[in-house]
Structures are given as structure tokens and as C-alpha cells.
């Protein structure tokens, strides 16, 4: 299990979010309190659209909460949409390609979760990425391979659409396998304007997703900011939430 | 604060004190029950007599409860005497000099703890390392300092005399400072044979330090590696342990 | 393209290959002579049989020359049975899970040189690899998929045959692909007890591949670690040297 | 020895200077041709002037030709006043500590060269960091020593007369220990305005520095970024090269 945020909406410096914030998402990196586990430090990462079409990444294996690296970048760095994730192993190797945000041109993805079973899963799952896209999976995690299968799923022309069926072709795997064992996650996708959250659970203990909107900001994210809850609203389970900018354009079930 | 284990006796692999017992001290990486902070992430380190005089030593950045290496090498590597050293920063950089074992020659030490002001007394400190010691001075942390120290202090005729001067060297540095903040430790030393374990606080809040003695093994550890603690016995405040193997020799006190 | 050894026979210190010789492998990391590129710098490893049935793994992503890890440990292991790689990546990721060797239970590999085309042969490749040993891909390497498709082509049963089934799977898809791109190879395989050394072009340029036998001492490196050349044989081209301990009991060719 | 590179003017891509040219400064990490040796692989950094007063900094101790981050961060950091180096280790850690540039608010250094001696001169060396300059002496380089020194010498009122204080310094201290190894360097140093260029040698085997003006942009760089020498300048030994913006103000004499 991961913590992770998404934000858009004025230009802000990453630090104002990963950082200022009293439980901040490096914060979250040692003490998340809605997670199964406290501790985040198996990597990190950060993606964020600036002065290119595609996003930059900095990811890296070493915790957040130690990385002085991040400090800087989080300080110089000022976006108008970002990523930023820090990651508990579910099994798989630290690695800075199992480290979150994945991304594919002007695309990105991060994930919170776990696919029950993905040791038997992996193979059938990464044979719904397809040839182009599989040269750019380069990490073992389930969640690259969730990203990458998106795209042969419709990604680019129905988002919502494709997040859907990456559900439901996870939990037909996970049936022909005999797989009890859940497939539970929060995902955050974005072509770089729009952003899709989606938080689900095969059973109905969907990992935590938050969102605030405060004026021109919007913040998705595992767990608040604040230890106040004023203004924090769940996204509710099994629906995607889109948005655009500071805008929320819509929740929608997908089911 | 960090988490310390320094093993005598029978020679046995390094995994079966580092992974195998239920509350091991990888396991006290992430959750530890008697520091101030249940994560010691910021690197760790081994350092072990095998064969050669001097003891070897593997060191890394990453977290010990994710780093393949730890698990290969404590599964290989057999030894009759070794350190082991989870390390939660104190305010200094997460780099291999920083992390615990340091050796010189035969000798070796790891600490626990916190020099109160340090930030005010690192250069005095380091005044009381000769230049001979302060080539090997490598990393920017107290207990290096501290390691080194304790060579002018006379480490190599009377370990148990240097080991106090330290203490009182520091306790005077910091008086000299008005610096109020308390200095805690415990410490382990060893020339490769005997083993000096040192429990001490300026206040009355030393860290834990538990010792165990099993048929043809001794185990010096900051917490036990059992919940029940059956058997542990606790190092007193402001008292060095000293053993050979596996025997206990005396239980002398600093003041 | 890489540079790696592999020693059988009388036990010795790592350090004995690893660092001494003039012409030892961490200088061929730095300073190869008979490689498309002197700089072997994206990371390395050592595999070697000790205390267990498997082999013990170091594997890194810093260079051999200024990994101060390595030199501790090469210092301390004694192994009758090692190998030891240094990286030069060909294209894909400097991080430990591509670094080589490989092991799975009693068996290591190491490769060096190129599966021309490997952008399009990697998923044909994997393929190969039974799902239960896709489980232990971790990296995205054509050396590691080479090593886990040999044990679907028998190599536990007739290791010698499993190499040329390798050898002509790879050829065969190639064609199929049109890549006009070669393959060159030199890879060492072990069960922990015979050494396979394979030296193999599709066209005449194979890497180079020597063998040296002395006193209770079997070597079989890239590169001579000596600049004077006496006593290293080349392993003829599109042969496997087979050994066991420091004898050399065939030199088969593949075809 | 290590290759480093100073921009100032119009605001470009760090990936304009760090990966587009022929001999970009990532290319001479492992092909450097003016240097004493090729490889320059013991870690690397980045500084630049950017969204606050004080610096980003971004250092790493992987290869600078592999690390997939200052890809990124290269691609979409825009500066208009930035540092890169690219290091090879004199005998010092490989430590993000230990890497250049160094910064102090709004100042910034970075060094090629080597402090003959500097075993024996370090302590002296550091007894010239004041106090408070000495909390931020964060490695045990004589790089990071000559730049914090240099605040002691008077950089914030004459950086220029600070930098003949500290060359002088070096080589008082050079006589003093009857040290005969020169102390050749290259350092840039920066208020985040005003650039000095330094190149001295106490023999006269300075380290080479060039210097190439073109419209609306200065570069100061250990090996020209072309193979075609046209328009690049050697700053003399002993001399700073003064510049601000792409405009050099001053070339002075040390001496």
C-alpha cells in the first residue's frame, strides 16, 4: 500500500504539498494513519507538467523523508499539475521502475493497491499491454502493468471507459484463476488537462481517496492534508472521479 | 535513535539474529517499541570478524527491510562476532560514512543515542580526534566523532578508561556550551575480542540496552529479539557490560 | 557489453580475481582492452557457493571501482566457486535486477553481449520462460530472459543442449523477425558445481573469452588479468568449455 | 580530476549544454579527452538559479550517463545561470555529499582539480571554515573545504581578492607541511549573479578551462562542448575570468 496526491490548479511550488502541509505527503511517508501500514519507504516519486508536452519525472529508492534531493526539487519546482506518490512495497523490488508515476508521452499514472493473486496474474495481465507499449514497461509491479494495459483498453479515446474494463479484466483474470484474495485500488490518470481518480475494491474495503477544493486548487490525494477533515470529501468507492483544472467535472460509477 | 545488536559466541550465520527471530532487529527497522520513532530507515549496516584481522563491513543507504543484499549476505556469512546497525537519522545526511559500524583496524563501535547541541559541538569534538583517527573520520555523524574519540582517549590500553573520559568529555564540552540538551547512549566497542557495551544518559532517560546469555552465545541488543522477555536482562544506567565469547565479565559502572 | 569472470577450484578470497591482478576485473571496468567500450560503469555483481546450496548475490548499481561495499566483502569471502560481472548496459536500466548474475536455486548465470534487435524479440524471448520461472524475471535485461529460458530447454537435464536450443531459439527469431542485427554472446552457467562457458557469434565477431588453468585454479574471463598472455587460452567460437573445479573436462561445439 | 560547466544568459534547457552537444558534458563523463583520465563517473550534480534566491541542487552519486532523472530534470529546467559537474573521485567517497556544486544561500561553487597533499592538509584546511560555515561541511572533500573557506576570506565583500586569499592560503600550508605535489585547480563561483572562473596551478600544469561567448550567452567549460574549436577561449593560468550575464567583465590576474 501507497500514499499518493494529485493536484490541479494554479501554479504552485510541489513543496507547498509535499512538504508545508502539517501531514504533508513525505509526512505521510512515516506516518500515514489510513493506511495498513505507517511506514511509505520503499521509493518515491514525482511527476509534474512544466515546460514540456510530456511530464517530468524524479523518482527515487531511497524514502522521501531523507531525500535532500526531493527537498530541492520540491522548492525550484513550481507546476500547475502534478503527481507525487511514496510507495510500501506490496512485494516487488525497489527499484526506481516500480516507482510511481509511470508515464507514456503525455500520459500519466500512479496507483495505490494491491492485485490479489498477481503472482499468478502478471503474465496474463502484461499480455493485455500491447508490443508498443510493453518497450516501456521496465519495472515487475502490477501497477505499471495496469497502466500500460489501460492504453490497449481505449486510454486515449474513452478514459473512463478504459478504466473499466481494466477493472473488470482484472477481476476476470482473478476469477479464472480462483483468486479470492481482493483487487482493491485508488488510481490517478491524466493525459496531462484532465484527471481521472478512481478509488474501488472487488470487496468493499476500498482503500482511503480524498478531494479538496479550495479556490483554484484541487487536490486529490490518499489522505488529507490536515488533521481537520473540514473540506476533505471522500471519493466514493468504485466511481472515478473527473476533473479538470480546479474543476470538478464529474463522479461517476463504473459500475 | 537508532537500533543496535552485537552477537559473541558460537559461530552462526548473521541471518539468524537478523531475520529469523520474531522482533529481529530488521524487523526492528520498521517497528521498534522502545524508541522514540518506530522506523530506523536511514540506512544500516554489518560489520563482522571472519577472516581476516580487521572486521568486514557492508554498509548501504536503503532501508534494511528492503535491501536484497542484507538477505544474501546474512544468509552466507558466518561469524562468532559481529555488529549489526539500523540507523533513524538524528538530523545528518543518509550516506555509508554516516551509517554505523565504523571500524579502524581490528577495533569497531556503533552508537545509539544523541549528543545534545551537537550542531554547537561537532568541531570540539572532533578537536579530540587525533590527525592520525581524522583521516578515517569519513561522515559528518556524532558517533563516528565520538568512535574516534575514544582512540586518544586511550581506547587501545584501558577501553573502559576511555569509554568514561568520553563520557566526561562530553558532558564538559556541553556544560563549557550551556548546552542543556541531555547526552544519551549506548554504545558498543570491541577490538575483535572483548566486547565493551555502555549504557548512559546525562539525565536519567539512557536508552534501552538488553543483554542475553544462552548456552554458547551472547547477545547485546537495544531491544530483545523475543516478546517475551524472558531471559533479558538490562544493562544499567551509566554501566559498561564487558564480555569475551560468550561470558560476561563484569558489569562496571562509569562513575 | 560487459566483462565478467567465473573461477573454480582451490577456495581463494574474491579479492584474488577481483582486485589484485594488474589487469584484475574492477581495472577492466575502468579500463577494458578488449571491448567495444572501455567503461564497464552501469553497475555490477558477484555471485559465489559458500555456506549454502545457492549461490550469495552482491549486486549493484554504482560502479565496481568506488563501491567501498565491494572491497570489504571481497576481502572477507573465501569461495571455491564464483562469479563476478561488470555492466556495461546495452540500452536497458542500471538497477540491481539487471545487474548480473542471476541465480535460482543452485544455478547462476552471466551473460555479455547483445540479442540483436531486442526490442522486438523481448516478448518473443519471455515467452520461452516457464511461468514458473517468470516469477524470478525481476529485470528487463536479454541476459536474464536468456537465463531463465534455458531451464525450459532442459538445462537441468543436458545443460550443453539447453545452450545450443538457446542459441538456435534466439537465431530462429531473428529470422522470423528479419533482424539483421547479430547475436554475440559469452555467458557462464553453473549448477554450483560444472562450469558452462559459452563463447558464440551469428556472425564471426564473438566476444572474446579466455581460459586459464593453474596449479588447483581454473579461470575463464572476457579478458586475460594479465598483460602478459601466457597461459590464456581463447574459448573457440561457437564452443562451450565445460569444467568442473579447476578441470577442464570438454570444449563441445555448438553446431 | 572531474569536468565541470558554468552557464549564464539568455534562459535555455539544461539539456541544451548537458546533452544536445556533440561534447556535452555527459558525454565527457565517460569521454573526456583534456582530463588525465576519460571517465568521470564518481557522481555528478546540477545547480541552478531559478523560482528562489538560493540555488536547486540535484546531485547523485550514479554515473551522470545513466541516470534517467537528470534526463528529465535536464528537459524541463529552465535557468538562466546554472553549474554542472561531473566527478571523478581523487580518493574521496562517492557520496551526493562529497558531489559538487556546493551551495550556501545564494552562493555556489564547484571545483576540478586536486589539493597536493590534502591528506595531511584537511584539518588545516578546515580550521579556515568558520563556524558557522562548518555546520554546512556536509562531506571530506578538499572541494567543499575551499569553498567554505573561501566565505572566511571575505567572498561576500571581494570575491575576487577571496580567491587570491585562498589560493595563497593553499599554498602557505603546501610549504608549511614541505608538501612538493602541486595544488592545480579550476573552480567557478557564483553570488548567483557575478560568475568567477578560476585557473591556477602552482606548477604550471593548470587544468584546462575555455571559455566561448555567443549572443546572449557565456559558457565556461573544462573541455569545449564541440569537437570544432572555433570561438572557445582558454582562460589563462592564473587569472579569473569575471562575467555577468553572457558578458565578461574582467579577466585578472591572481598573482
Redesign the interface.
Known amino acids: 500500500m501507497c500514499r499518493w496526491l494529485a493536484y490541479s490548479g494554479d501554479e504552485i511550488?510541489l513543496e507547498d504539498l509535499l512538504f508545508k502541509p502539517e501531514h504533508s505527503l513525505v509526512e505521510q511517508s512515516?506516518h500515514a494513519t489510513e493506511a495498513k501500514v505507517?511506514?511509505n519507504?520503499?521509493g518515491f516519486g514525482v511527476g509534474?507538467y512544466?515546460?514540456?508536452e510530456e511530464p517530468?519525472?524524479?523518482?527515487?529508492?531511497?524514502?522521501a523523508?531523507?531525500d535532500?534531493?526531493l527537498r530541492?526539487?520540491a522548492?525550484?519546482?513550481?507546476s500547475s499539475h502534478f503527481f507525487a506518490h511514496v510507495r510500501a512495497?506490496t512485494g516487488t523490488?525497489?527499484?526506481?521502475?516500480n516507482c510511481h508515476p509511470f508515464a507514456y508521452e503525455n500520459w500519466m499514472g500512479m496507483h495505490n493497491g494491491q492485485v490479489g493473486g498477481y503472482?499468478q496474474l502478471?503474465?496474463p495481465l502484461e499480455a493485455h499491454i500491447s508490443?508498443c507499449h510493453?518497450?516501456n514497461?521496465?519495472g515487475?509491479t502490477d501497477s505499471e502493468a495496469l497502466f500500460y494495459m489501460l492504453f490497449c483498453l481505449g486510454l486515449e479515446e474513452n478514459p473512463v471507459k478504459a478504466i473499466c474494463r481494466m477493472v473488470s479484466t482484472v477481476e476476470t483474470l482473478q476469477k479464472e484463476k480462483e483468486i479470492t484474495a481482493p483487487f482493491r485500488c485508488t488510481m490517478a490518470i491524466t493525459d496531462g488537462k484532465r484527471l481521472f481518480s478512481l478509488r474501488h475494491a472487488s470487496d468493499s474495503y476500498a482503500p482511503s481517496l480524498y478531494w479538496q477544493k479550495q479556490e483554484g486548487r484541487l487536490v486529490v490525494v490518499s489522505e488529507p492534508l490536515s488533521v481537520d477533515r473540514t473540506g476533505w470529501n471522500k471519493v466514493p468507492e468504485s466511481h472515478v472521479l473527473i476533473s479538470e483544472g480546479s474543476e470538478v467535472l464529474d463522479i461517476v460509477s463504473i459500475q
Not at 517530468?56 to 529508492?61: D, K, M, S, V, W
Not at 523490488?93 to 521502475?97: D, Q, Y
Open positions: 511550488f512515516q505507517a511506514t519507504g520503499d509534474w512544466g515546460q514540456q517530468g519525472l524524479y523518482r527515487e529508492i531511497m524514502p523523508w531523507n535532500c534531493n530541492h526539487l522548492r525550484q519546482i513550481k512495497s523490488a525497489t527499484s526506481r521502475a503472482e502478471r503474465r508490443d510493453y518497450l514497461r521496465m515487475t
